[in-house]
Structures are given as structure tokens and as C-alpha cells.
């Protein structure tokens, strides 16, 4: 994510970059609240089941984790928008807020019964994006303490990592598509 941000914003001044930050994470939440309260009932409407939602994020979560580790991909595709499009896709989803973190919140609004449950999955999920904003709002300081390569190098790793969760997410949902079981 670091390194997206910094890549896309390289010839924007620092005022840009720091409302394109409190941008994206406001708009990471308010997708993550929406999914979080709403996934269940938005599923339900379009006759998917969580095993075909599994199945097409892992795809997508692989995709992503691609882009992580070629880079390349990534910036050409979103070089195409403006700035303030940028915000919403693809730094704010499926970067930011990516199909893995839409999935468990998804079920996790599923399994949250009680008020009070809900209300600190929300404070975290409003947590949780108010640091990645601060990340963002503070990443040329971040870029200039840990360095542009280890950055890369941080993002690569990200992405191998992603991509072994992203199998296992499309194995599992093809297998409770087609065998009805979990391997």
C-alpha cells in the first residue's frame, strides 16, 4: 500500500498527497462499515453464497498480490485516472480495503450478534483506518526512515504472501462449490 502511494503521488505536492490520504482512508471505512453492516443482506440480493464470494476474492486477492510483487501493473493501470479518483480505486479498494479484508468482514458481520460486539468491530474498523491514513499522511517521512527499497522489498514479500492466501481462499471456495465440503 506504501509503496502504491508513493509510487502514484511521486509529482504531487505534500498538501495533495495529505488530502489524498484522509481521503482514502475515509473512503476505506466507509466501504468496510458498509460491507461490515450490509454484506449479508447485499449478497442475499444477488443470490451469492459465501463460498462463490471465497472463491472470486481469492481471485482477486491473487491478482492484487501480483501487482505487489511486479509493481509495474499496478501503476500503469491506475496512472490512467485522476488524483482524486485514485481516492476511491484503487488505493482505497481494492488496495486498502481488498477483497480478503471485504471477506472477513463480511463474515464477521455474519457471526456479530450483539450490539456490543458490533460497536468494537466498528471502533476497529475505524481504527484500522485511521491508521493506514496516518501511514499515508506521514509516508514521504516513512519513505525517507525505512528507504524506497526496503519499501519494495516489503511490498514483494506482501505480495508472496498474499498470493498463498489467495490460493488457499479460491481452493477452499471451489471446493464447497463443487464438493460441498471445505478441504
Known sequence: MLGSFLSLTRD??????????????CNAAAVCLLIFG???WIM??????????????????????ISLVYGEQQKKQ??????SELALVPLAVP???GPATLGALMVSGMDTVLWTQKLISI???????ATIGFMLYYSVRLEEFV?????????????????????????TGVCELWLGAMP
Do not use: D, N, P, Y
Open 123 to 129: 471502533l476497529a474498523i475505524v481504527a484500522a483506518s
Open 12 to 25: 504531487e505536492t505534500l498538501v495533495e498527497r495529505h488530502r489524498l490520504a484522509l481521503s482514502i482512508a
Open 38 to 40: 450490509f454484506g449479508v
Open 147 to 171: 528507504g524506497r527499497s526496503r519499501i519494495a522489498v516489503l511490498s514483494k514479500i506482501t505480495g508472496l504472501i498474499l498470493s498463498a492466501i489467495a490460493a488457499q481462499m479460491l481452493v
Open 78 to 83: 491506475a496512472s490512467s485516472g485522476s488524483l
Open 44 to 65: 442475499q440480493a444477488f443470490g451469492i453464497t459465501v463460498a462463490a464470494f471465497r472463491a472470486g476474492s481469492g481471485v482477486l486477492l491473487m491478482l492484487s498480490a
Open 95 to 97: 488496495v486498502t480495503a
